[in-house]
């Protein structure tokens, strides 16, 4: 909502990013399901993944790359600052404030 965009949006700003990110992952349980993520997307790796991903929410009418939302490297720490940590709890992927800074960079 700081940002001015729906929550669904939002989500779609970084779903693509963390498709990738997860495709890298070697926790079984994420290595098991990415190979049907990246079917459905017509993908054979995660950059693939990501870049179909990305191409489906532009498609739609939808913004799709975060930087054009959260245009610098500040208002990106600040906009990660808001991340509820209790919510990404449950995220199969252990990533640090950093992992996150670099994933919507």
Do not use: Y
Not at 31 to 45: F, K, Q, S
Not at 49 to 56: D, G, I, Q, S, V
């Amino acid at each position: 909502s700081s940002c001015g965009i729906d929550h669904g949006n939002a989500v779609a700003l970084t779903l693509g990013r963390f498709i990738e990110a997860h495709s890298r992952s070697e926790r079984p349980d994420v290595v098991a399901a990415m190979p049907g993520i990246m079917t459905l997307l017509g993908a054979h790796d995660g950059a693939s993944a990501r870049a179909a991903f990305e191409r489906l929410v532009s498609d739609i009418g939808l913004r799709s790359d975060v930087r054009d939302v959260v245009t610098t490297d500040d208002a990106r720490r600040s906009w990660l600052s808001t991340v509820n940590a209790q919510r990404m709890s449950n995220n199969p992927v252990d990533l640090s404030d950093a992992d996150l800074l670099e994933l919507v960079s």
